[in-house]
């Protein structure tokens, strides 16, 4: 199964268009970039690539795909395969330190453990120029988002980890299972397969030892903050502080 049939081509029309949304979401950072730059972008951990597909056929842009899985890597070469200027790369240890104005993760960090996670954000870090800005976008997978994913989930799959009655409350109630399933997407790169389990305040408190969080949003309808959105965004820059 390809990555849109879950994503952008899932059967769920609410689920299609929540999808689709996230992207405009992030993107809409760029809106005030100045349009006579060229922008070096990276999508850090790019699944398909839809997020580059909708990003070069919309601004000006130099953009870099990272992602470190083959299957999802090929998915997205065809994807982007329309746009001659995308680097596609899947070790990010070849690029040179501050290398872009800006990087997005999205639907990424809820996916890896501690040590996954310190070492993606890390790197994150040693991306960015000093002036440039990232874009982190994860899932809210906590109180009454949770109740309705888990109750979506269990409609499909009912008796997985993220679609266990027991589970899902857990994470209604603000306090999710802290033992989360745990598998490889490649050899040696720990993977969270579930989003139950993931909570964007403790990303929040790691993001904050290493960068300065300019601004946080819940989407796709921020009037509504934590209540019934579905997605979390960090716009983050360096701090001049922050752990190296």
Same mark, same amino acid.
């Given at each position: 199964m390809a990555y849109a049939?879950? @994503?952008?081509?899932?059967?769920?029309?609410?689920?299609? +268009?929540?999808?689709?949304?996230? !992207?405009?979401?992030?993107?809409?950072?760029?809106? %005030?970039a100045d349009a006579?730059?060229?922008?070096?972008?990276?999508?850090?951990?790019?699944?398909?690539?839809?997020?580059?597909?909708?990003?070069?056929?919309?601004?000006?842009?130099?953009? +870099?795909?990272?992602?470190?899985?083959?299957?999802?890597?090929?998915?997205?070469?065809?994807?982007? =395969?329309?746009?001659? %200027?995308?680097? !596609?790369?899947?070790?990010?240890? %070849? *690029?040179?330190?501050?290398?872009?104005?800006? *990087? !997005?993760?999205?639907?990424v960090f809820e996916h890896l453990p501690e040590k996954e996670t310190a070492l993606a954000m890390a790197e994150i870090h040693r991306l960015l120029k000093p002036a440039g800005i990232a874009v982190i976008g994860v899932p809210h997978e906590l109180f009454l988002p949770a109740l309705f994913k888990g109750l979506f989930r269990a409609s499909r799959r009912y008796g997985e980890f993220d679609a266990i009655p027991g589970n899902i409350f857990k994470?209604? @109630?603000?306090?999710?299972?802290?033992?989360?399933?745990?598998?490889?997407?490649?050899?040696?790169? =720990?993977?969270? !397969?579930?989003?139950?389990?993931?909570?964007?305040?403790?990303?929040?408190?790691?993001?904050?030892?290493r960068f300065q969080v300019r601004r946080k949003w819940f989407g796709p309808v921020p009037m509504l903050g934590a209540v019934l959105n579905s997605e979390v965004y960090f716009l983050v820059q360096k701090s001049a502080d922050a752990v190296r």
């Open positions: 049939d879950i @994503t952008t081509r899932d059967s769920n029309p609410v689920k299609r +268009w929540l999808q689709r949304r996230r !992207f405009t979401d992030a993107l809409a950072v760029l809106a %005030s006579n730059a060229r922008m070096r972008v990276l999508d850090f951990g790019a699944g398909d690539g839809e997020l580059v597909r909708r990003m070069a056929g919309a601004c000006s842009v130099e953009p +870099w795909v990272y992602e470190p899985t083959s299957s999802l890597m090929a998915e997205a070469m065809a994807t982007l =395969a329309d746009f001659s %200027s995308v680097r !596609f790369v899947d070790d990010t240890g %070849s *690029i040179e330190s501050a290398t872009f104005d800006c *990087i !997005f993760s999205l639907e994470a209604l @109630t603000g306090r999710p299972p802290l033992q989360r399933p745990v598998a490889e997407i490649r050899p040696g790169l =720990a993977y969270h !397969f579930h989003h139950l389990g993931f909570d964007f305040r403790a990303l929040e408190h790691t993001l904050k030892q």
